[in-house]
Each structure stands twice: as C-alpha cells, then as structure tokens.
C-alpha cells in the first residue's frame, strides 16, 4: 500500500529528521517498518517534503533522479542521522564516530548533486533529493538545534523543539499528544473497572 505522506510525517521541523522518521518504530524492533521500502516512496516523499518543508528548502522542489541510488543513498544518510542526534538527545553530547559517519554519508550524497550550487537551489528551482537532505543534516550540527533536539515520547520520532520555553515532547500533538492523552482516559477506565469488579466480588 501507498504511504501516505501526509503533514503528521514532517513533524521533525528539519527535512534531515523527517527522513530519520521515516522508519516507524524503530524503538520498538519486533514492530519497525521502513516507509522507504520501495525506491517509489522516496520519490513520493520528495514530492511532499518539497511542500513540507518548502520553509527549508526555500521553496526549492526536490527531484529524484534515479530512484534506486536515491534511495541506497538516502538510506545512509538517514542511519547515520539517527544514530547521532538521537544518542545527543538522550546524552547532549556528539559523539565523533558518529558525526565521522554522518560526515562522510553528506560528502557521498553531494557528489552526485548535479543542480548543487552555494545557495543550493539551482536557476531552475530544482534540487536533488540527496544534497538537499545532507544540506539538512549538516545544519543539525548548530548548537541551537543540537540543544534542542528531542524524541517524542510517544513514537520515538526525532524533532527539533522550537517551543518558547524548550518543553515540548510531543513530535506533534495533534497526533502523538492526543493518543497519550486518549491512553491514559483508556487506563484509567479500566482501573476503575477493575476496582469496581473487586468491590463487586
Ligand atoms: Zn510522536
């Protein structure tokens, strides 16, 4: 089945960390999948994250120009990306092998940018897939989105928290927010239930 890659999917606020969300419950390993199973849906999340993200990317359009080396290349970036910015949301320290890893995955995925320029969008308003997420990334790397880089507390998703007072945890509350509140309604429920049998008995 398609994806549907609706606003919920770019919650991260950096298109670099909606690609790391592209595999849904990677905390959890007997339930993770990768929505970039198919080289198609990283074509199809190009499309909306040229809408998504279009603030990032200054309205610039991602292309893909080759789905499947795309997609091995994107792959890379966005492993590397996880493993570093979630290990500093959780230590608040950069790990160098892991920032070594990110580093050489951006340099690979800006080789084949073709339509790369210094501002990084070319004169035709295009712009690869590739460097377009390792551009991402690498601005990650600032202090002020390193200390604020968070994982929400429902799904596990990375995002950057650009709340007034750095207390968001949620990567989106409409979404993640509501399903904690919606589960605690559902406990509470039933811990009244469970008292109510008791005194029944
Ligand atoms: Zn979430």
Request: hydrophobic share 45%.
């Amino acid at each position: 089945m398609a994806v549907d890659w609706s606003e919920h999917r770019f919650s991260g606020g950096a298109l670099a960390l909606d690609v790391a969300n592209t595999v849904v419950l990677r905390i959890d390993p007997a339930r993770r999948f990768d929505r970039f199973e198919k080289a198609e849906e990283v074509e199809r999340f190009a499309t909306a994250a040229s809408r998504f993200c279009a603030d990032e990317l200054g309205g610039a359009v991602l292309t893909v120009a080759k789905p499947e080396a795309a997609k091995a290349t994107v792959i890379r970036l966005r492993e590397a990306t996880d493993s570093l910015f979630r290990e500093t949301a959780e230590s608040g320290r950069l790990d160098a092998d892991r920032v070594a890893e990110l580093l050489g995955a951006c340099s690979q995925a800006m080789q084949g940018g073709g339509t790369f320029t210094c501002q990084g969008i070319a004169s035709t308003g295009a712009l690869e897939l590739e460097p377009a997420v390792a551009m991402s990334a690498l601005r990650l790397l600032q202090p002020d989105r390193l200390s604020r880089m968070r994982i929400c507390a429902n799904c596990g998703w990375l995002f950057v928290d650009r709340s007034r007072n750095s207390s968001r945890i949620w990567c989106d509350m409409a979404v993640c927010g509501n399903r904690r509140k919606a589960a605690r309604h559902y406990n509470r429920l039933k811990n009244a239930e469970v008292i109510y049998e008791s005194v029944a008995d």
